[in-house]
């Protein structure tokens, strides 16, 4: 009997699963490295997307203070009565003046007004006002006896005052007291509240 050696196969058939086996490494490999790369995007792009929401969250922060919370503590009620205390000083000095003191009276109420009530009062003050204090002796002192906030905004109010005002001179001098009440207008300039009207009621 003779004996054979087993066939190991051709050489053809022998590297068809080495092949095989290159390519599924190459596409394992291949796979490896992409899935790595999309990772490293993906990461990427969830950074910037979580940039970008912090400062869209950022944004809306600031748009609100400005438009929401600022304008709420502007008109909240402590900046209510820094509106009334200005407009009842304000019209306190404008309604009192003395023949002594007059040209500091007058120059002190003009600190306090604005715009065209301004240019009414300065010539109102100087070619009415003035002359009567004067030539007459008038002497005025105006009190505030009640004030109530009509409206306000960030930057212009309006105020009732209800007011007494004294008034004497060289021919009265027994003081003569006068009640009226008044609509005070005011504008926000460069932080201050200045009367823009005045208009009796």
Same mark, same amino acid.
């Given at each position: ?22 390519? !599924?490494? =190459? ?5 490896a490295v992409g ?5 490293? *995007?993906? *990461? ?20 609100? &203070?400005?438009?929401? &919370?600022r304008p709420s ?29 007059? @040209?500091? @009276? ?9 715009? @065209?009530?301004?240019? &009414? ?21 105006? !009190? ?20 007494? !005002? ?9 003081? *003569?007291?006068?009640?009226? =009440? ?7 300039? @460069? ?11």
């Open positions: 009997m003779s004996l054979h050696e087993p066939s190991t196969g051709s050489p053809v058939e022998n590297e068809k699963p080495e092949l095989e086996m290159a390519e !599924q490494n =190459s596409e394992s490999g291949s796979a899935g790595a790369r999309w990772s490293k *995007a993906a *990461a990427r792009w969830k950074g910037i997307a979580l940039t970008v929401l912090v400062l869209a969250t950022a944004a809306l922060a600031s748009v609100l &203070y400005v438009t929401e &919370y503590q502007q008109t909240d009620p402590a900046a209510q009565q820094t509106v009334i205390d200005a407009a009842s000083t304000a019209t306190v000095v404008l309604l009192s003046y003395a023949p002594d003191t007059l @040209d500091r @009276d007058l120059d002190r109420a003009r600190t306090l007004m604005f715009g @065209d009530f301004l240019t &009414y009062y300065g010539k109102f003050s100087s070619e009415v006002v003035a002359p009567a204090v004067r030539d007459k002796g008038i002497k005025a002192s105006a !009190q505030v006896m009640n004030a109530a906030l009509m409206e306000m905004s960030t930057d212009t109010a309006k105020v009732l005052l209800f007011l007494n !005002q004294e008034t004497m001179s060289r021919d009265r001098p027994e003081p *003569a007291l006068t009640a009226s =009440s008044v609509v005070v207008t005011l504008d926000k300039v @460069d932080g201050h509240w200045l009367i823009a009207a005045l208009d009796p009621v």
